[in-house]
């Protein structure tokens, strides 16, 4: 972990030094506030907070919360928009786009009420904006860069000042040329707290958040392809990849509330196994208490916020993921033939005399990728790992653990180990006899009868199913 302050205009540019110093007498200022650095991919403890009023802090996943200053009784934050190299996974890095020596950038927490100025410095190699995504404001605060303000020029510094007016779970993310700036992974959260006890509210013991992102980097290579619309290969949390990203631990009985952002170009179904929860909150606000139900899945669409709360009342290391399939998976091919039931064995060693690095998918299924030890590209995240007490996960991508104990102390976030699960609870393998299954012979009842051309057999007809090809995309996905 590395948490630095640096006097960021010491060696900027002149003409950038002097903007700042302008933007500062518009607002009365005397120096900009010290911009905070984070370089390190842990999860930091929650920052409690030192100065204004009071709140219960959120826990970033792998990521950490952005101090302030107080002025005059204004919050004062300093954004760094700038280049950072993200270690993705143990090994596996990056170079993105970020804030604050990461992406996504810090976490920006401020109470309903609290009047926020956020000084956004450019160290990009192109003009940028932040747009305040959720948020009532001035129209000019907006951060839409050539319809609510001009662009932040590289070396320039701009103030964003207005009122965080409602409670809630919010983003922040470039509006210039977003294509290049979102794909490069800029974005992060913000988080209002409310001012006073809200019906609609309810505290927790445990708020987690974090940000679902995507990339496309090819293996071996360390930037993203920012002209990539679907075709993902990297699906992350706050540009973390499983195993890289952190469990999320609750003692028996907390309440806990998940605050969860998307800023893919998909939607992500987030499932939680071993207990139900409530979708507590929206980019609108928190949801009326008649429109909550019981779930274990809920979708998170494209640009949206979802708040979830559950009652942890059952111990053990119960999985937490996206549940589109290909979203727990990193580094994927898509442009792969089905190779299951094909004896390739002889064949790929061949290729491999000529190619180093070729390797061919599973021809029992794809498990095989997480048993194979074959060598990988440079900085190349593993398809499918993360090893777990009872062998290989098969996972990647979108998926974590929530870890449940009655041991954990309150408000301690140290990964306990794995669970110790009580005798007599875990699956077990029968090693009795197995008498021989008795199968129907019959295709079963058919609506109408099949017609087909001349001459054509009536029966014993079967197919091998395989994903659409040639659409160039992810027709369906």
Not at 99 to 106: A, D, E, I, K, R
Not at 202 to 217: G, H, K, T
Not at 357 to 364: A, I, L, P, Q, T
Request: aromatic share 8%; net charge neutral; charged share 20%.
């Amino acid at each position: 972990m590395t948490l630095q302050r640096r006097r960021f205009l010491a060696g900027t540019a002149s003409a950038g030094a002097a903007v700042a110093a302008a933007s500062v007498s518009r607002v009365a200022m005397a120096a900009l506030p010290e911009p905070v650095i984070q370089t390190g991919p842990e999860t930091q403890p929650p920052l409690a907070p030192p100065t204004g009023r009071p709140y219960q802090p959120v826990v970033t996943l792998n990521g950490w919360s952005l101090p302030w200053r107080m002025n005059q009784g204004v919050k004062e934050f300093h954004l760094v928009a700038e280049p950072v190299v993200r270690e993705m996974a143990a090994g596996f890095k990056a170079h993105l786009w970020g804030y604050n020596g990461q992406s996504p950038g810090p976490t920006i927490e401020v109470v309903e009420g609290d009047r926020v100025r956020i000084f956004v410095t450019n160290r990009l190699p192109e003009h940028t904006s932040v747009h305040w995504h959720g948020q009532r404001l001035p129209n000019g605060m907006d951060g839409v860069s050539g319809l609510t303000q001009p662009a932040i020029a590289p070396g320039k510094t701009f103030v964003y000042e207005f009122v965080a007016r409602r409670p809630g779970t919010f983003m922040y993310h470039p509006h210039a040329d977003e294509m290049t700036q979102m794909a490069m992974g800029m974005m992060g959260a913000w988080i209002t707290h409310p001012k006073a006890a809200h019906p609609l509210i309810a505290p927790v013991e445990r708020d987690y958040v974090f940000l679902l992102n995507a990339y496309d980097i090819e293996p071996g290579s360390y930037t993203p392809r920012i002209m990539t619309m679907l075709d993902f290969n990297l699906w992350s949390w706050n540009s973390r990849v499983f195993p890289g990203i952190d469990s999320l631990k609750a003692r028996l009985g907390d309440r806990v509330r998940i605050r969860i952002g998307n800023l893919t170009m998909t939607n992500h179904p987030m499932h939680l196994h071993g207990h139900e929860f409530v979708v507590t909150g929206t980019d609108g606000g928190p949801t009326p208490l008649a429109a909550r139900w019981p779930e274990v899945t809920t979708d998170v669409a494209v640009g949206q916020m979802r708040q979830i709360e559950f009652l942890a009342d059952e111990e053990g290391d119960w999985a937490l993921h996206c549940h589109k399939s290909h979203h727990t998976m990193n580094a994927m091919g898509h442009a792969l033939p089905t190779m299951i039931g094909v004896d390739h064995r002889g064949v790929a060693q061949q290729i491999s005399r000529l190619i180093p690095d070729y390797m061919v998918m599973g021809e029992r299924g794809m498990a095989d990728m997480a048993e194979m030890e074959m060598p990988l590209p440079d900085n190349t995240a593993p398809m499918m790992s993360g090893d777990g007490p009872f062998g290989s996960v098969e996972m990647g991508g979108m998926f974590s653990v929530v870890k449940v104990r009655r041991d954990q102390p309150a408000g301690d976030y140290r990964d306990p180990g794995w669970f110790s699960h009580p005798p007599g609870t875990v699956a077990y393998e029968w090693t009795g006899s197995l008498a021989a299954p008795a199968r129907s012979g019959s295709a079963g009842p058919a609506a109408m009868r099949r017609t087909g051309h001349p001459g054509q057999r009536q029966d014993n007809i079967e197919v091998q199913v395989r994903k659409p090809r040639g659409t160039g995309g992810h027709t369906g996905h």
